[in-house]
């Protein structure tokens, strides 16, 4: 594996999260401020952020800071609060107030549930044990979601409390857990954050989701996440808007994963779907090498027809050898350096 290098060290415990470096920063903001005001204090503590990343990361400074009694992560939630408010968590930025009560496309008030939580051992090898916790809803709909009873029913599942599921990621860390691996993570953000400040041991956080989030929650997670385990689906706007019913897919996930870059590490995940070698298989992987070259990729070919699949013909089917080998000789040829086959 070339790439991943500061994930594997803070699960070995050699470099503290980036979440741990959150909290060390101490943050003067009030409550009461507007999310415009907020934003502009958020802006300037993460100048902070990235300087003391740096020290760390780079030049294996000491940390011998102490944790924050109000810290730049506390500033975040904050502003995660007023995001709900008006929510543009995600791309569709639906603008109903969560807080209130309100449910936009993910059908999602301001409580989270999650459906399950457990060590799981069938991820990319250098996540497993990862321990998972499957947040319940979703920002898309896809067609052929393998996990559909989760993402279609966000009523469904345990509610939040963070300190109590907290305390249960600091457990199982320390039972051999190498990360926190979020699924469908993007429409529980605020709650994430508060989970986040209430863990205690140093976890790598994975961020395990479709990447379809606002810029503003972009920016939220600068600091968050140690590695976007990141489903880059499609290579063009028709597809995203037949299959999961998401505009704009292109231009949201694709400036979402540069800016990510910049900050975080990423594990790309593309799922190949029958019939969709040239229009979807080569633009992802020839736009990854071309913006994006230095993460992991893992090509993906566990493709089942489930859920609403069969009212399309053309993805009511597994794929091919062929398509299979088609695949493989895209990434080759794109030079593509840690792949995952
Ligand atoms: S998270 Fe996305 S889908 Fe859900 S209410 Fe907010 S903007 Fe809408």
Redesign the pocket.
């Known amino acids: 594996m070339l790439f991943l290098k500061n994930y594997l060290k803070i699960s070995a415990n050699e470099l503290p999260s980036r979440a741990g470096l959150l909290k060390r920063i101490p943050a003067v903001f009030s409550d009461n401020s507007c999310e415009e005001e907020l934003w502009k204090i958020h802006e300037e503590y993460m100048g902070k952020y990235r300087e003391y990343k740096t020290r760390i990361y780079c030049f294996n400074e000491d940390i011998s800071q102490a944790k924050a009694e109000k810290s730049l992560l506390d500033l975040k939630i904050r502003i995660a609060e007023r995001v709900i408010g008006n ?4 791309q ?3 603008g ?1 107030d ?1 807080n209130r009560g309100e449910k ?3 059908r ?1 008030t301001d409580t989270s549930r999650y459906a399950a939580e457990f060590l799981h051992m069938g991820e990319e090898p250098e996540l497993v044990p990862s321990h998972t916790i499957f947040f319940t809803g979703c ?1 898309f709909s896809c067609a052929y979601c393998q996990n559909w009873d989760i993402s279609m029913h966000p009523e469904s599942g345990r509610e939040v409390s963070p300190a109590e599921l907290a305390r249960r990621i600091d457990q199982i860390r320390l039972k051999g857990a190498r990360n926190l691996n979020l699924v469908t993570p ?2 529980h953000l605020h709650n994430i954050l508060k989970i986040i400040r209430e863990i205690s041991v140093n976890t790598p956080v994975v961020w395990n989701s479709n990447t379809y989030h606002s810029p503003e929650a972009g920016k939220l997670l600068e600091g968050v996440v140690d590695v976007f385990l990141a489903d880059l689906k499609y290579g063009n706007n028709e597809c995203a808007l037949r299959y999961s019913n998401a505009k704009e897919y292109v231009e949201t996930v694709t400036s979402n994963l540069v800016f990510a870059s910049r900050d975080a590490e990423i594990l790309m995940r593309h799922l190949v779907l029958p019939g969709h070698l040239d229009c979807c298989t080569r633009k992802v992987v020839d736009w990854t090498a071309s913006n994006i070259p230095e993460i992991r990729f893992n090509l993906m070919f566990q493709y089942r027809p489930e859920y609403l699949a069969c009212r399309y013909p053309e993805i009511n089917r597994c794929l091919s050898r062929q398509e299979m080998e088609r695949a493989i000789g895209m990434v080759k040829e794109a030079g593509l350096k840690d792949v995952l086959l």
């Open positions: 929510c543009h968590l995600c569709r930025r639906c109903v969560r936009g496309f993910c999602l920002v993007t429409p």
